[in-house]
Each structure stands twice: as structure tokens, then as C-alpha cells.
């Protein structure tokens, strides 16, 4: 059962994580779309021909031709099975948004690249160069297919000029067919029924090698929703395991944390009770239990002494107790805990209280299997309750947020890999 609704929300799945794939997603909805007649779009820089070329390839002016920048957006015309794109042209010095819109949908939408330049500009220059090359390396990896048209080749006159300029860009090519062309020579051909012209003029051979290229279509088209898939899966997997390392590192350093807390508070807890008993464990009778009277006020009697060893056997408990909190960050009460009197916001006071102790008080406290499991269970509360700990556990909550991401991701990709999983709630 697919849990994804339909094509959109799978994208949105895959896309939050990893953002940087939109391109590539946009690109599999495209290929997912089997009715799409192969694509075929010109590229190049303008007022190199690609209007009048396109307009040649198809038998009828659908595209408008001039001197001038003429194509602003990208421009379609379905014809012969096949969807013909015109772009505008490439030019960095008159780039604007327009063109970088036309490049990207160009990008997108195409199958096969027409890259057209015009043979009297001579050589390629570097942003041709550049673009022909990631073109090329996009069809080893894709499958595509760019074909290299040089036109307007009419334009040179003498034959030594024509075979200097072809010699030139072959060089330059990155293993791409070159394709001669002159549209005036096919249209002269045509329209004055000069046959040898008309062929002469390189477009039926383009023709023929487009037909080819459109023949390959489908079977690239399946080879390249294969690579991106899979490519998008591998950087998924190592994206979701990242995140699995990261989140359960983040999970053994709580525990690890955790466990070193309980084991120094038990030690220290046990070192108390040790000494606490032996505080208690004095023979005689328990004079702390004498209640002072007024006459005694200024005078030091058994039983102020007594109460006065106790208070301090606990004074030194609690200190030995508060160093090991400090230790492991616990230095403060939670803020929704604190009072206005800022001396008893101690830990130490929230778990103990402010109340003088008599013996049997430290007993229970300190010596008692209860009062032992009271304080453990308190004082962990307290580590728990700790700014480092609760930090900690806000990391680990978004480390697992984003494992879940890739995880979500990776189901969201059957989906676009499979398109059949939406057709029916399309
Ligand atoms: N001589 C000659 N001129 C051409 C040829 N192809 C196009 N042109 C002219 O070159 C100019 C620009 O053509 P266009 O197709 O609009 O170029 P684009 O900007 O690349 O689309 C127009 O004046 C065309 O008539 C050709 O094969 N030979
Ligand atoms: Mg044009």
C-alpha cells in the first residue's frame, strides 16, 4: 500500500530530503509522462539560425525568424510526432531572466539537444565550449543525445574558409557528430525544385539522424528515470544511514551519560551512609531530643552539642552529595521550580528540605534502603531536568526527526520509480 496520495506529495517526500534534487525530481515527472512525444530543442546563441533551422526541420514557419532577438520565452510546436522547442539564444552579454528560464525548461523538457552554431562566427567560444561539454557529459550519464549542427555554412563563400572553420570546431568538439547546414540552400531547393540542393543543404541528413535519435527515445528515457532513481536512492541511503550513526551516537552518549550519574551517585550515596551511621552509632543516651530551656539560652548544654554534631555530619553529606550534582551538570533548579528567595533554590533544599535533623531523620534520609531509593530516584529527576541533558535530548528528538525524513524519502521514491502506484488517483 502506497502512503503516499499521489506524485506531488511523494516529490515533496523525497525533495525535503535532499532539496538540492528539484531539478532532478522535476525532471522525473517529465519522464514519467508516457504520452510525451519524443522532445527536440535548439540551443545555442542567438541569431545562429536555430529559429529558421527549426522551421526547415518542420516544413512550416511556426517559429518566428530575425535579425534581431526575437524568441524572449521558450516557444513549442508539436510536428510529426515529435515536440520542437525553440529557446532564445545564449548570449552572456544580453542575459537575462528569460534566458535563464529557457535554459532550464530547455534542460528539463529536452531529449535530444540540437546545439546550433553559425559556421561564419568561426570557432566555438569558451561559453559554447563550456555548454557543449556539460551537454555531452549529461548524455553519458543520461542518455540523452545532442547533435552538433553547424549552420548558415552558405555564409562562407570560398571552400578553403568552410574546411579551415569545420577543422577548427571538430577540434573543438567533445566526440559530437558535426551536422553541415545552410536553411536558405533547402528552402532555394525546395522552392525551385532543385533536388541535389535540397540535400545538398545538410537538413535531410539531419532529418535522418533525428528520426534515429527519436527512434532511441523511449529506451532512454527508461535508462535515465533508472539512473536518477537509483542515483537519488544511493544518496538517500547514505543519508539515512548518516543519520541512523548520528542519532544513535547521540542515544549511546545518553545512555553512557546517564549510567555514569547513576553509578557516582550510588557511590557517593553509600560513602554517606557510611558516615552518617557512624555518627549515629555513639553510646548514651540521644541528648539532641532535650529541648532547650530559657535559662539555658546562652549556655552550651549536651544537648545543643549533639544537635550541632548532627547538623553538621549533614551539612558535610550534603556537600559531598551537591559536588557529585555539580559534576555532572546539575547546577540549578528548573526554572518553573525556582522561588523568589533565591537561597533555597538549591536541589539539595528541593530534595531535603530546610528542617533541622534528629537522629532517626538521618537515619531514613541517608541510611535506609527507602530514603537511599527516594534520593537516587530524585536526584536523577533533577540530572534529567539538567540544561545539558534537556539540550541532549532535543538533539537526539531532531536527529530521529530527520532519520525519519530519509526514511519517508526513500519509500516516497518506489513511488516515482513505480508511476503506476498514482494512476489511479490522478
Ligand atoms: N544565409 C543564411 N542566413 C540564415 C540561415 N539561417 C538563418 N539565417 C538568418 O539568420 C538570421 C537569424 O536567424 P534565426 O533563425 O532567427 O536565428 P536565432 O536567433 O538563432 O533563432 C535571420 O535573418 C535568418 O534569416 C542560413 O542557413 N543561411
Ligand atoms: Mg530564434
Known amino acids: 500500500m502506497n502512503p503516499f496520495h499521489d506524485r506531488r506529495e ?55 525568424v530575425a535579425d534581431k ?14 515536440q520542437w522547442l525553440d529557446a532564445p539564444g545564449l548570449d552572456a552579454d544580453v542575459e537575462t531572466e528569460d534566458d535563464a528560464h529557457a535554459l532550464q525548461a530547455t534542460w528539463l523538457e529536452s531529449d535530444i539537444r540540437l546545439f546550433v552554431h553559425a559556421a561564419k562566427e568561426g570557432e566555438l567560444d569558451a561559453s559554447e565550449r563550456s555548454l557543449l561539454a556539460s551537454l555531452s557529459s549529461d548524455d553519458q550519464r543520461t542518455r540523452r543525445q545532442t547533435l552538433f549542427v553547424l549552420s548558415q555554412v552558405d555564409q562562407l563563400a570560398h571552400d578553403q574558409h568552410y574546411r579551415q572553420v569545420v577543422q577548427t570546431i571538430e577540434a573543438q568538439l567533445p566526440a559530437l557528430e558535426m551536422h553541415t547546414i545552410s536553411a536558405t540552400r533547402h528552402r532555394h531547393g525546395i522552392e525551385h525544385s ?11 541528413g539531419l532529418q535522418e539522424s533525428l528520426e534515429r535519435a527519436a527512434a532511441r527515445v523511449p529506451h532512454a528515457r527508461s535508462f535515465e528515470t533508472a539512473f536518477l532513481v537509483g542515483n537519488i536512492r544511493d544518496e538517500l541511503q547514505q543519508l539515512k544511514a548518516a543519520r541512523l550513526a548520528l542519532a544513535s551516537s547521540l542515544r549511546l552518549g545518553q545512555a553512557r551519560q546517564r549510567e555514569r550519574f547513576d553509578q557516582d551517585l550510588a557511590a557517593t550515596l553509600q560513602k554517606v551512609a557510611g558516615d552518617i551511621q557512624a555518627v549515629l552509632e555513639v553510646p ?26 548532627l547538623q553538621v555530619a549533614y551539612s558535610k553529606a550534603c556537600i559531598e552529595i551537591n559536588a557529585i550534582l555539580i559534576k555532572h551538570g546539575v547546577t540549578e533548579l528548573p526554572l518553573t521550580q525556582r522561588t523568589a528567595v533565591r537561597s533555597l533554590n538549591s536541589i539539595m533544599i528541593a530534595v531535603l528540605g530546610v528542617y533541622v535533623k534528629y537522629r532517626k531523620d538521618l537515619q531514613q534520609i541517608f541510611c535506609e534502603v527507602a530514603g537511599r531509593e527516594r534520593m537516587e530516584k530524585e536526584f536523577a529527576r533533577y540530572f534529567e531536568m539538567s540544561a545539558d541533558r534537556v539540550e541532549l535530548s532535543a538533539s537526539i528528538a531532531a536527529a530521529e526527526r530527520d532519520l525519519c525524513v530519509a526514511e519517508r524519502a526513500l519509500e516516497a521514491l518506489l513511488g516515482l520509480e513505480d508511476p503506476k502506484m498514482f494512476e489511479k488517483t490522478v
Open 69 to 82: 532577438r526575437e524568441t524572449v520565452a521558450l516557444s513549442a510546436h508539436e510536428h510529426g510526432g515529435v
Open 194 to 204: 532543385k533536388n541535389l540542393m535540397r540535400v545538398r543543404s545538410g537538413i535531410p
Open 284 to 309: 548514651g543516651p540521644d541528648h539532641s531530643l532535650a529541648p532547650d530551656s530559657f535559662a539555658n539560652q546562652f549556655k552550651v548544654t549536651p544537648g545543643k552539642l549533639e544537635r550541632n554534631r
Open 10 to 64: 511523494a516529490e515533496l517526500a523525497v525533495l525535503s530530503a535532499l532539496p538540492e534534487r528539484a531539478h532532478d525530481l522535476t525532471r522525473l515527472r517529465i519522464l514519467a509522462d508516457k504520452k510525451r512525444p519524443p522532445v527536440v530543442a535548439v540551443i545555442g546563441k542567438y541569431n545562429h539560425g536555430k529559429s529558421r533551422l527549426l522551421n526547415e526541420l518542420i516544413g512550416h514557419a511556426a517559429f518566428s
